[in-house]
């Protein structure tokens, strides 16, 4: 039972008067309380049962941070009486939910149909809460109130702000494919054409049929193989969780990994994607050509950042374990923290870069370098000093993995991605890739 604000303004109207009966009689002391009782009893008991309320859920299940997905809310009342009140569809605050309630009238034997917009501010599964109906007596001083569970779930994806850099990126990398139209001599992997047999030329791949027909010597030549594969390796150990500009630094990752994705996929290369950090968080695998972008979309969204130390020897462990026997380039997005991988990645490197080629991409700080800048007061020079020395450790570091052959990818927020999607279309220019 709940009782409603105009219940209330009648008890108000009750005291007053109790408070006038006190020269008059004592009897209407007695009578205000009571036939206000009596009145919410009975409007209690004329309400309809909110219980006997059927529901039917239908809309979107996935939305990306930022926008708006619609959740539909179908009310079917099976009784004969008009139910009457307010309707609460429950979300966690984080689904950003609007309108939290609203009135609703559902005719006896009818359905109605009711829609809540949910904007998430965070990544990850939000789930609803349930759905509370009280219906209001025919007076409106009181209300029958229930709570049914009427289970849906929509998907924060991320958000992706990098994909405005995809077109330029493809436009790069379609000029760079035909500037470098390499038509390798003898066997390769992909048959493209027929020309004529100029001396040098591996007689192997003299094409006897095409030759039968011509007056010359032809044969086949070959396109380098396309198929090539990129491992996407997101930690997700503590250093993920710093804040970088009030946003994880996990997240500015996922951005400059999808965009990397998106491209890769465009290009013809299989990608694949691992989470870990004491253990597998998450894990997608390319069977075949074709995007894997919203497959990997999908296992990003309900990564969060562990706080616990990064297992650099289990995740070695697990790249080289992993299903691709091939070599292929592993883009490890983690924090250029020099003590982390001093004692952890270094010393496993070898091991690694014999079998893989490996790029460590890393998202800095850059009020790091404004407090390096910075003078003045005792305290900015204190700042200073500390914010030098963190970039000194972090230059450092890099120069460290570079020496063992690493790609190192350092920037800001802003230009992580870009930077990113950059280094793997200069691999492709060198022909490395």
Not at 358 to 377: K, T, Y
């Amino acid at each position: 039972m709940a009782i409603t604000g105009r219940a209330v303004l009648a008890a108000f109207a009750a005291a007053l008067a109790v408070l006038v009966a006190g020269a008059v009689g004592s009897w209407i002391a007695w009578a205000a309380p009571g036939l206000l009782a009596a009145a919410i009893l009975a409007d209690v008991l004329l309400a309809p049962s909110p219980r006997a309320l059927r529901f039917e859920r239908s809309g979107d299940t996935a939305v990306r941070l930022g926008e708006t997905a619609e959740v539909a809310l179908v009310v079917a009342n099976p009784s004969r009486r008009r139910l009457r009140g307010v309707l609460r569809d429950a979300w966690a605050p984080s689904a950003g939910a609007r309108p939290p309630r609203r009135p609703v009238a559902v005719p006896g034997g009818g359905r109605v149909r009711v829609a809540t917009g949910l904007t998430p501010t965070r990544r990850g599964d939000q789930a609803a809460a349930g759905v509370t109906v009280r219906s209001l007596g025919p007076l409106g001083l009181a209300a029958r109130q229930c709570t049914h569970a009427v289970p849906w779930t929509v998907r924060a994806l991320p958000p992706f702000h990098s994909r405005r850099h995809l077109p330029g990126k493809l436009s790069r990398l379609r000029e760079l494919d035909g500037q470098h139209t390499a038509l390798v001599r003898g066997q390769g992997s992909e048959f493209d054409s027929l020309r004529e047999y100029v001396p040098g030329d591996d007689v192997r791949s003299i094409d006897w049929r095409a030759t039968a027909r011509r007056d010359a010597v032809v044969v086949r030549t070959w396109r380098p193989e396309r198929d090539r594969r990129i491992l996407l390796v997101l930690d997700t150990s503590r250093t993920s969780a710093g804040r970088v500009g009030d946003v994880p630094r996990l997240d500015h990752a996922m951005d400059a990994a999808l965009l990397l994705a998106a491209l890769a996929g465009r290009a013809g290369d299989r990608v694949d994607l691992l989470a870990y950090d004491r253990r597998v968080r998450a894990q997608v695998r390319s069977h075949g050509r074709g995007s894997r972008v919203p497959q990997i979309v999908q296992a990003m969204a309900p990564l969060e950042a562990e706080l616990v130390e990064s297992d650099p020897a289990g995740l070695v462990a697990t790249i080289l374990g992993g299903h691709s026997r091939t070599r292929q380039l592993v883009v490890l997005l983690t924090d250029l923290n020099a003590a982390a991988l001093e004692e952890g990645l270094l010393p496993r490197l070898p091991a690694l870069t014999s079998r893989h080629m490996l790029m460590v991409a890393a998202v800095g700080d850059p009020r790091v370098s404004e407090m390096a800048a910075a003078r003045g007061s005792a305290r900015a020079t204190y700042d200073a000093a500390a914010a030098e020395r963190a970039l000194g450790e972090r230059g450092r570091i890099t120069a460290e993995l570079r020496r063992h052959g690493v790609e190192v990818v350092d920037a800001d927020p802003e230009h992580i991605a870009p930077a990113l999607a950059d280094a793997y279309i200069g691999l492709k220019a060198q022909g490395r890739l």
